[in-house]
């Protein structure tokens, strides 16, 4: 099968892009310019997968170019990744998150119903949509109600919604994804738990006092490894019900801090580092306590996470190690 993948040179799709190749299809990733930097996906691609892609020219903002784009080759599915994803930003650009996120989303849905209506597509939403429910609810499944906290939450509910709309009143072969926490190889130092990867790394290699400014460790999310959520979302593709919203996470929760602790004695630090809270890094408004039900996504697909954290943390500090020199 031939998929076309937004956000290719981001967080999650360079695995999935690995992950597809693997599986014998085409894989096409849209980029916006041919300045280079779909070379940098390379540090989780190896050569053989990464020479099976091709790239595509797009900018999901411009509406004609997404049509271009989805005319240079007969899709069969579309992995929506692309997007400002980080919802600290989001509370310094609310108008270029809302308009990357639900304009751009809005733009690539319109044009696949343009010019290929039966190709099926994958929105990549998110658990921000949900906001902070009371954790006495228990899990957070798709029946609970859409009321996010920050803007980037909302941006991506507005695209959330459209896309069902869209499925449902026209027709079309899309369906949703709303991903818990997830880290990995490659997940930007911007984000929590990377960014503590990040600066272990930097304190191993004497680049930095044994000093780590942190956010809220009380935080406390279910948080799974990338290449499980690429399996899932792959999954998805094939069995998703068109105009359907689908939790994919895991069910074992830690706090920030716990996570943190843990990459300490990966390191081989343990207590040897001081943590330090910085205001640049507590979010205006916080999410206490994430807990997913994914059920229907595993109930469809059987997918289940394979990777423990602990390898998926290790995984991320040997990351860094490779890119910090």
Not at 203 to 230: C, F, N
């Amino acid at each position: 099968m031939r998929f076309l993948i937004t956000g290719i040179t981001g967080f999650v799709g360079p695995h999935l892009a690995d992950l597809l190749v693997r599986e014998g299809h085409e894989v096409h990733g849209l980029v916006r310019s041919t300045n280079g930097r779909e070379d940098d996906i390379r540090d989780v691609m190896p050569d053989e997968t990464f020479s099976e892609l091709r790239f595509v020219l797009g900018d999901l903002i411009d509406m004609e170019s997404c049509v271009r784009a989805l005319r240079t080759a007969e899709f069969d599915g579309v992995f929506h990744l692309a997007a400002q994803s980080h919802p600290p930003t989001s509370f310094a650009d609310p108008r270029g998150t809302f308009v990357t996120n639900a304009i751009g989303t809005v733009n690539l849905a319109d044009a696949i119903r343009t010019v290929s209506p039966s190709c099926r597509m994958l929105f990549c939403s998110t658990s921000e949509v949900y906001g902070a429910p009371d954790p006495a609810l228990g899990l957070i499944s798709e029946a609970f109600p859409i009321a996010p906290v920050n803007p980037y939450g909302v941006s991506k509910a507005s695209a959330d919604c459209y896309v069902r709309e869209r499925a449902i009143s026209e027709g079309l072969p899309f369906f949703v994804t709303r991903a818990f926490s997830h880290t990995g190889p490659r997940r930007g130092r911007c984000f929590s738990i990377a960014s503590d990867a990040y600066q272990i790394v930097r304190i191993l290699k004497s680049y930095q006092e044994p000093v780590i400014r942190v956010g809220t460790l009380s935080s406390a999310r279910a948080v799974v490894d990338v290449r499980d959520i690429s399996r899932a979302y792959y999954l998805l593709m094939q069995h998703a019900v068109p105009g359907a919203a689908y939790n994919v996470g895991g069910e074992e929760v830690f706090t920030m801090g716990e996570l943190l602790d843990r990459m300490l004695d990966i390191a081989g630090l343990g207590d040897q580092v001081e943590k330090r809270v910085d205001p640049a890094l507590v979010r205006p408004i916080d999410i206490p306590v994430q807990t997913c039900d994914s059920s229907r996504c595993r109930d469809l697909t059987g997918w289940q996470p394979s990777i423990k954290i602990d390898q998926t943390l290790s995984d991320l500090i040997e990351y860094y190690g490779r890119k910090i020199s």
